[in-house]
């Protein structure tokens, strides 16, 4: 396979949307923007059909649980249309005078995005929204899992596009049956590629030969620190760990316990559900057997997870997810890694400094560039670990699935792709949103002159250092 060779079927949608992006811009407005992206947050976030989703993602990946899809769905849209709101997308962003300089926005053209199977309703309906919002016509990419709720959440996009009179090919999806050659023409045929999931998709996209924002691996570490609120800290880690069976790449992997406090922090969290289980090999061998993560673990209930991994009667009634304690970090150490289940590894650390430590050897092994969190009651050290640990992100005394995509207790914009920065390497660290689907024409004008002399900018630096 190669970018000449023709796929007709997926060639033609490839060029209606073109063609529909194309009008789309030409026959703009911000009013029809904003509406077009209305159109698709009420598609998934209306209940019946939020609901519906919910339930057929999780029936058709076998990820997740039905409850938190269904918040998932409606939050994280509810959160991107608040974002966007009110956002200047269309015509004149900005006009200074003083510069000369007046900008325009423009799209980006056609998106083709690469979505995961984690998320197989909330990611597509943000990137169309994201899209749309912006001028531009797209493509979604679903993984082989998600085909069926891409193709009915796109039913239901088009519904809601024929009560506005708007143009369903501006919302299309690779026809199915999905494959990675067809994903790949995709990618060389569009003009920004926008990538969730997979390292191995996040590399082809990045080697595709398209612009392309992607996102790095998830393997969030979070340090409990000895002036923390324990039962408040147990209590969110147990919220963001067990929320859509850890399927989020936000969701807590490790925790790293200051050792003074370990004793009274391990039974904050037997009462909020977790088991701690001290046989890391036995652990070890069901979550990984062949190398690989069991599929029979990952992002399961808790009963099927605690079947799977061979620990029925061996942990407490009312067990919520697993604690193992380790020490190991690095290759031929699985569980520092992404786990994608209900496993957290547990650390001990003799002070705050020795957490960091450990802190950023795990995420230098995997994860660099996503995000780490804190539960602190000292105001200066979400700092240090900022400056230690190569992170975007440091999320502080908050449940860090909720906290780290947007939340409306904090400032972070709402979005399922995490940018990791060049630390994951990803071309933004930034939580991906509307700005990314969006590009500028600048209008420069000529003003008076502006020129410095010598002085001004080497006076400091002639009396330092001498002329």
């Known amino acids: 396979m190669n970018a000449i060779d023709p796929i007709p079927e997926l060639d033609a949608v490839i060029a209606s949307a ?20 209305q159109a698709v947050g009420w598609a998934i976030m209306e209940p019946g059909r939020n609901r519906e989703l919910a339930e057929l993602a999780v029936k058709t990946t076998g990820l997740g649980n039905v409850a ?3 918040v998932k769905n409606h939050r994280k849209t509810l959160g991107l249309l608040r974002d966007i709101k009110g956002v200047t997308t269309y015509g004149v962003i900005s006009d200074d005078a003083a510069t000369g300089l007046t900008e325009i926005a423009r799209p980006m053209g056609l998106i083709g995005a690469i979505v995961p199977s984690t998320n197989p309703g909330a990611t597509p309906a943000n990137n169309i929204i994201n899209a749309l919002k912006c001028g531009n016509a797209i493509v979604v990419a679903p993984s082989p899992k998600g085909v069926a709720s891409c193709e009915r959440l796109l039913e239901f996009i088009h519904a809601e596009f024929a009560k506005i009179g708007e143009d369903p090919e501006l919302v299309q999806m690779v026809p199915a049956p999905g494959s990675k050659e067809k994903t790949q023409r995709l990618m060389e045929s569009c003009d920004l590629i926008v990538a969730t999931g997979s390292q191995n998709n ?4 990045q080697t595709a030969g398209t612009p392309a924002v992607a996102v790095g691996t998830g393997n969030v570490t979070v340090i409990v620190d000895e002036t923390a609120d324990l039962a408040a ?5 147990r919220a963001s760990k067990t929320f859509d069976n850890a399927t989020s790449c936000s969701s807590e992997n490790a925790v790293v316990v200051v050792d003074a406090v370990r004793d009274a922090f391990l039974e904050e969290m037997a009462r909020a559900g977790g088991a701690v289980v001290e046989d890391e090999a036995a652990v070890v061998a ?3 057997p062949d190398g690989h993560l069991n599929r029979m673990v990952v992002a399961q209930d808790d009963d099927r997870m605690i079947e799977a991994l061979g620990l029925t009667g061996k942990v407490p009634e009312g067990t919520e997810y697993v604690a193992v304690p380790t020490k190991g970090i690095g290759p031929g150490h699985p569980l520092s890694e992404e786990k994608l289940s209900r496993v957290l590894a547990l650390y001990g650390a003799k002070d705050f400094e020795e957490a960091v430590e450990i802190t950023s050897r795990i995420q230098r092994h995997q994860g660099a560039g996503h995000s780490v969190g804190l539960h602190t009651g000292d105001d200066a050290r979400p700092m240090v670990l900022a400056r230690a640990v190569p992170t975007s992100r440091v999320i502080v005394n908050q449940a860090h699935t ?8 904090n400032g972070m914009k709402f979005s399922l792709s995490m940018g990791c920065g060049a630390w994951g390497g990803n071309s933004v660290n930034d939580n991906v949103h509307w700005k990314h689907f969006l590009q500028t024409t600048r209008i420069v004008r000529e003003i008076p ?3 410095p002399s010598l002085e001004e900018i080497f006076g400091d630096y002639w009396k330092a250092a001498g002329a």
Do not use: C, M, N
């Open 233 to 237: 800290a147990a209590e969110k880690i």
């Open 18 to 37: 073109r063609a529909a992006q194309a009008r789309y811009e030409a026959e703009g407005s911000q009013e029809r923007y904003d509406r077009a992206a």
């Open 202 to 205: 996040v590399h082809r996209a």
């Open 286 to 288: 069901a979550l990984f």
């Open 402 to 409: 909720f906290a780290t995509g947007g939340s409306f207790t």
């Open 449 to 451: 002159p502006d020129e």
């Open 68 to 70: 938190d899809k269904i």
